[in-house]
């Protein structure tokens, strides 16, 4: 099972920016799509973002374009969401996952494969605050 770890949550004012990183260790991501998700209190998971393996295209949120960034540096095994102009809505736990291999698909914005190929991880913290 692909298994990622991420990190580089944290807190930050409205308008301010994170980097998050997605890691893999013991595999190679190159094979997987890898989508970023988030879940607020109170609320479902949802998908902010995913990038293709085979040709790193990306996909994006309606509430997150022009914000956020997704990349991916299959040297270092690692996928990135660097985050930008954030608000207070975008405060939640962040989570990364393989959704499927080489291609996002369409459904990556609920998981896709993500409970076929590996199980979610601890997450990472973002909270927005004055």
Same mark, same amino acid.
């Given at each position: ?5 991420e990190?580089?949550? #944290?807190?930050?004012?409205? /308008?301010? $920016?994170?980097?998050? %990183? ?7 991501? =190159?094979?997987y ?6 879940q607020?209190? #109170?609320?479902?998971?949802? /998908?902010? $973002?995913?990038i293709n %393996?085979?040709d ?5 949120? =309606?509430s997150v ?10 040297a ?9 102009s ?17 291609y ?9 494969r ?12 973002v909270?927005?605050?004055?």
């Open positions: 099972q692909v298994q990622l770890v990190s580089g949550g #944290g807190l930050v004012q409205p /308008g301010g $920016s994170l980097r998050l %990183s997605c890691a893999a260790s013991g595999f190679t991501l =190159d094979y799509a890898i989508g970023w998700f988030r607020a209190p #109170g609320k479902e998971r949802e /998908g902010v $973002s995913c %393996s085979s790193s295209r990306t996909v994006y949120a =309606d374009k022009g914000r956020f960034t997704i990349s991916r540096d299959n270092k095994n690692t996928v990135y969401l660097q985050m930008n954030l608000k207070p809505e975008d405060t939640g736990v962040y989570y990364c996952a393989a959704v499927d291999t080489w996002c698909g369409t459904g990556w914005r609920t998981g896709g993500q409970a076929e190929l590996g199980s979610w991880g601890q997450g990472t913290q909270t927005i605050s004055p």
